[in-house]
């Protein structure tokens, strides 16, 4: 199917052709049949000789309804210009145009209507050239009589040759349906139409609204007919469940999940006036939305929009900017970038206007990543970038130069820090993101490379966290303490005289040089198993005073000794408290 919409000044015969081609009424009201007048959107279709379809989406031409008139036009890629022969080029003839040029309209065709009433060269001429000078460019001309049908097989084979020019949709993008009608059917509940431009609908089919709600495909419908699958382009009426009329009405869009991001503030370049000549407000018409927005110019052709309320744009959307207090077209607009920095610093938005004015609205990623140095590729997606690159970790593209200085910093904050906290075997990973400005741990640690290692959530040096030289000789005092007497635990006096706090006890114990048994008691790391040989030579069981005796130490060391033996499976307590050794544990040892 193809869709063309109508553009005209009121009154120019839109709606009669429309009629006389397709032999359905595009008025739908009751108040448009009454004054003649299209008020709000119409649609209609015919096969043409070709067999292809062609809907139509016929607009309203009067001045008051041009936002309704943008709303139709705004997702079709083709249009159907029409001029009264009697009447010539007028203001909306005008308006209508300079929407279609400043939406990117490519494709289009010019009909001059009332052509029993005057003669319709001159029309053809006046269009011929105001058209010309457009996007649209060189477009066939046709005269017609809606009231006598002459010239209407002539437009008929024009509109063929039109349709099979038009280029083909992408059936494989993401949905993203604007819409221009919602109402609710009884027994059916919530419809919603618009124009598909691009991508498919099933029956089934999971959706998100702009707010991000998920809405059920129940059905759908395309010319009046019940289908389980539509594919652009098309006009298309689709049955959801779970969401009201009034929730999903004109300006909504029905969207494939995960795709679209919700822009409250985008960069764009604008045709027409110079950029700091536009006013500081105005409405924004993309799709069949339209906003408010607030408007700073940056660069000569280039302003930032902050508009009212966030809605699902990409890079490369053409939209564009009216002013409606005054009913005037504003410009075209080219979406550059949906997610812009913040202009704070001095001489930001000057900067900022020097980086537009190289963009164009196809954006590449590799610009893209530089901009934004780290970016997760599912958001340049949703942005509009094509994302090709190969992500440092997870779903995270990194421009390459400031991966490498990330890196470089990474081994500076380690080092840094293993200066300050000499006994911690490495930075942790989350200080490490902090200091760094990192979104993700997963980048930090995706960073490392040697000579830093992770280990155990943290980042260092290999051998970092190995004793500090000072430590490991009082450990080595110690140890030679020990050797003389394996359970005599060294007094406090002991430590303190040799240099060992309770940081550096924590670190003995952590890298396995000490073995901790209460706060301040500590012994050789073989103690346990040296302990376990030394009980197994005396009677069993055994109480803690033959143990103690056995091992040649004190209550304060066998209590919390017996205790570690116990729970490494050496030895097993008796109702009695006394113990008996475990052999096989001991020989065995855990
Ligand atoms: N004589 C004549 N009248 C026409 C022709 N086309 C439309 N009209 C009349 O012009 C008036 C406006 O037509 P309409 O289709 O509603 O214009 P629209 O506002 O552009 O949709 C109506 O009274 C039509 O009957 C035509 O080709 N010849
Ligand atoms: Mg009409």
Redesign the pocket.
Known sequence: MHVVA?AGH??H????L?RALTGME??RWAE?RRRG??IDL?FAWTELPSGETVAFV????HERFVPNMLAGVGPVPAAMIVVAADDGWMPQSAEHLAALDALGVRHGLIVVTRSDLADPGPAIAQARAEVAATSLGEVAAVAVSGATGEGLPDLVAALDRLVAALPEPDLDAPVRLWADRAFTIRGSGTVVTGTLGAGRIRVGDELTLSDGRAVHVRGLQSLGRAIDEVVAVARVAVNLRGVEPTDAGRGTALLTPGEFGAADLIDVRVTGDDAHDLPRTGTLHIGAASVPVRVRPLGPDTVRLRLDRPLPLRAGDRALLRDPGLRRLMGGVTVLDVAPPALARRGAAAARATELATMDGRPDERDEVRRRLLVRRADLRRMGVPAAMTPVTGDWLADPAHWSSLGEALITAVTAYSKRHPLEPGMPVEELRRALDLPDRALVEALVSPPLAYRNGRIARPGAGDLPAPVAQAVALIRADLAENPFAAPEAARLAEVGLGPRQIAAAVRTGALLRLGDAVVLAPDAVEAAARALATIPQPFTLSDARKALNTTRRVAVPLLELLDKRGHTRRLPDDRRVLDQAASQNPV
């Open positions: 109508t009121v009154d015969g839109k709606s009669t429309v595009p008025d448009e007048m299209t119409g016929d607009v309203p031409g």
